[in-house]
């Protein structure tokens, strides 16, 4: 692009458009890139119209190449060698969706060496290296843009860099994760248990063979990351999240909270608070007639709570091929629009310029407030008084005290809704409620999530 | 801002930032106004961290200038000539917040002449001057923003523009007036009649004195253009929309819909056919568990289907003072960072480039195809049947014939859920129900939206 010395100093319109064909280099032919091959090919035309430019894959990298070929047709060179794809002189912008963290984060770091921009769809590459990659990236006036690495088809990372830019955010609250919201539904659409639900979800494609990373919160934690530190202007802080999956939790309490008002879902909650942000995904209730609580199946969403804004929400696929490549593409388009922006005027890749950053602490479990859902197992229904005297004299707020109804097999069930109350304290009180002869099985406790303005 | 001639053909990122303060000059300090300069005020330091560059107002142009005082302050100078602020020499870009359609025109064509970008909330302009003012904006290479326009807490025009960029939209429906959707919410929940609910939304502030742009749909219909020209990269087809507001809507069919499991929303939809695109805003039955039949009270929400996303859906509250600073603020940011990108570069103001504009024909209400609800009032239970005939000599498909709940005063009804039929096909076929002698008084249909994938 030939900028004429005088006219750049004119006003900016005079600057001839940057209107040559960008180049894409992808490693990775799975799922997610299948899904960008073909989205791209399909809607060109009009991706161009929006984009003011084409956007052509140039190169892609695949472990099995006769495979790749089956997919991406003739038209398209591949390789088996992906640092070649990262390096190529050819690739304006690295298209990395292979996954991992190992390799990938070599292939990411060679590509902003070469000074190439990258779109990633990779969670945990960022949650876990993103640190060292963005400040490559900054070093090198390159961008790695991520929009497909949390909740897929929803433009969530945009939404809180641009769409909120005038906002304090102050907490960001989503169900972040597919297969947990998946298993969630079905356990209390159908009364399954959570082995029950989980089988189903394998059989349907909606859980991986080996599920841990979903069902353990970690996968969502990864994506928190990355929600809290574009909300909040912070660095990564995947190490210091608190994670609790669902694999703990019993069909009786999704049960339970239901008799009560309430849907359980798996949440990754980012808040501010002055002394630091609270960093936690966990199953928890919301309230039945709360929009998050509609989120149903494999379906994300992500609510945001903002000084001038308000409650906003956006809600979408979480998952799949074409609902990756959607994020993915539109990446591409913001890096197809960056020609002729200084570096320090891009969307800085975690919301602020690096100078704002925000050092905030992460406050630990104990000291995060909530209100709590308690289900303590008695010997006889009687026993509700005991649970409550405990409580008070723990000074633990009590908003709620019911029995549940009765199931066949299970025995009496003292319910408890709390008031606001620090994780410490509730330990403790349930620890002294376990310790009451009249209690004759673990005590539940989940906390409780109003999602309120 | 100076760039060295030589460095300007190197990498990019090399090009100086642009660091001075964007200067803005603003016109009405109103709701919208007030709230700008409170959030504006309020998190500067946040804004300027995500901007790259502070942002401040040097000028404000208001009627009552004793009250704009009040308001701003001694810190920012005021003036009661609106095109002075529109061509003052030390803006860069107006903030338009007046609202109306003729002085407004006035001034934002003004601005663009001057070479100033414009930031406006101003739907009814865009909608009916749009055309005139993104071509004059074009040809100074300026951008015009208004994400306020819409939905005004929820970014949905960037994600329809960039979130979404790499889909072909198939339709976006959405409830986007809030005074109408209040009043729906009143009639639903306290079995109010629509005067009954309109008098409390004016009495809460909810609906103005003069409440006939919301209620009769045209503001809904303002943006619903808007929403359709960025979704399929058409011009602004304000004129040609189907527009029917929720004034002759009464509560008994508000209870019939519950009874048969829906919920009556004053959607506005636009939706892509092969022969051109539907544009309509009219009240119309959602399926009661569907997460659009749960956006209650002042909130708007909308829904987009695409090709490769799938269903997404925003939400959040469609008035308000600083729920409109954040959009305007947030298109403030999106000017900061517009150094050095040349106009072609820039997100175009109606998602596509001009050249690359759809030319599509908006179908004729006749050509329309949906489910549609009637309640047929009749003599007696027994001319269900006559009903169904006639029907099926008009040769509507019927889904479900019902009587309605008996209610105290009201007559026999028969509720008919018709599947997805031509709206001409459709009134022949009401126009023949209402000529039984057995039909004693006004058959109603409204349209029935499954909004599925």
């Not at 992906?82 to 190992?102: F, N, Q, S, Y």
């Not at 949390?150 to 641009?162: F, H, N, T, W």
């Not at 990351?225 to 999956?245: I, W, Y």
Request: aromatic fraction near 4%; include cysteine.
């Amino acid at each position: 692009m030939y900028r004429d010395p005088v006219e750049s100093l004119e006003p900016l319109h005079r600057v001839p458009a940057a209107t040559r064909t960008l180049r894409v280099g992808m490693i990775g032919i799975g799922t997610v890139g299948r899904g960008t091959f073909r989205v791209l090919a399909r809607n060109q035309a009009d991706i161009a119209a929006r984009a003011g430019r084409a956007i052509e894959l140039v190169i892609v990298a695949a472990r099995n190449l006769a495979r790749a070929a089956d997919i991406v047709g003739p038209g398209v060179p591949l390789t088996d060698d992906a640092m070649h794809v990262a390096t190529h002189p050819d690739v304006d912008v690295l298209v990395e969706v292979a996954g991992g963290t190992g390799a990938a984060r070599d292939w990411v770091l060679a590509a902003i060496a070469h000074g190439k921009h990258v779109v990633t769809a990779n969670k945990a590459l960022l949650a876990v290296h993103g640190t060292e990659i963005f400040a490559a990236a900054r070093e090198k006036g390159v961008v790695v843009a991520y929009e497909g690495a949390v909740a897929v088809s929803i433009p969530i990372i945009k939404a809180l860099r641009e769409g909120l830019a005038a906002n304090r955010i102050e907490w960001v609250a989503g169900i972040i994760n597919g297969t947990t919201n998946f298993i969630l539904s079905k356990m209390r659409d159908e009364g399954l248990d959570f082995a029950a639900a989980l089988a189903q979800a394998q059989a349907l494609g909606y859980a991986e063979a080996d599920p841990s990373f979903d069902i353990e919160g970690i996968d969502a934690a990864h994506k928190l990351s990355l929600l809290a530190a574009n909300a909040f202007g912070m660095p990564l802080r995947f190490d210091d999240a608190q994670v609790e999956g669902i694999t703990a939790l019993q069909g009786v309490d999704v049960a339970c909270a239901e008799q009560l008002g309430y849907r359980i879902k798996l949440l990754g909650v980012a808040r501010r608070q002055a002394a630091g942000v609270e960093l936690r995904v966990q199953p928890a209730l919301v309230p039945a007639d709360h929009l998050m609580a509609h989120v149903n199946g494999s379906m994300n969403a992500v609510m945001v709570k903002s000084d001038a804004a308000g409650l906003t929400m956006y809600y979408g696929a979480g998952a799949g091929s074409e609902q990756t490549a959607s994020a993915v593409i539109a990446d591409l388009v913001d890096v197809a629009r960056l020609d002729g922006v200084a570096a320090a005027q891009h969307v800085p890749h975690l919301g602020v310029h690096a100078h704002a950053t925000n050092a905030l602490a992460v406050l630990p479990r104990a000291a995060v407030v909530t209100a709590h859902y308690l289900r303590v197992p008695v010997a006889a229904v009687s026993h509700i008084q005991a649970v409550s005297a405990c409580l008070a004299e723990q000074r633990v707020p009590v908003r709620q005290v019911a029995l549940a109804a009765e199931k066949p097999g299970v025995g009496p069930q003292v319910l408890v809704l709390t008031g606001p109350v620090a994780q410490g304290t509730l330990d403790l009180a349930v620890h002294a409620l376990q310790a009451q002869a009249d209690v004759v099985g673990p005590v539940v406790s989940l906390r409780v999530e109003a999602l309120e303005g």
